[in-house]
């Protein structure tokens, strides 16, 4: 069974700095791409980063320059490092990992992780 947990959000001022972790076990197939997402109430779930396999990341355009995603392969694990964090980077963060199937991809989703982002 897949597993995603994540860890490493919590409350913080504006101008700081947090990172998230998240590891991923039971992964039996190839993964294709790890990266993380947010949610604010309401809104649609939206890309923040992401790692493809065979090294390329893409980020959001509102986080480029602030975050920094990494990967260990190896552990399955992704980090994301939020730098110059705003207020509106406030929203519950959640971990995905896509594995490629015999006929496609499959994705999977951590429980997710609140950042508080005090102004």
């Known amino acids: 069974q897949v597993q995603l947990v994540e860890s490493g959000g919590g409350l913080v001022q504006a101008g700081g700095s947090l990172r998230l972790s998240c590891v991923a076990s039971?992964?039996?197939?190839?993964?294709?791409?790890m990266g993380w997402y947010r949610q604010a109430p309401g809104k649609q779930r939206e890309l923040v980063a992401e790692?493809?396999?065979?090294?390329?990341?893409r980020y959001a355009d509102s986080v480029k320059g602030r975050f920094t995603i990494s990967r260990i392969a190896a552990e399955n694990t992704v980090f994301l490092q939020m730098d110059s964090l705003k207020s509106e980077d406030t929203d519950v963060y959640y971990c995905?990992?896509?594995?490629?199937?015999?006929?496609?991809?499959?994705?999977?989703w951590g429980q997710g992780t609140q950042v508080t982002v005090s102004s």
């Open positions: 039971g992964i039996t197939l190839n993964i294709a791409a």
């Open positions: 995905n990992v896509v594995v490629f199937t015999g006929l496609g991809v499959r994705g999977y």
């Open positions: 790692t493809i396999d065979g090294g390329s990341t």
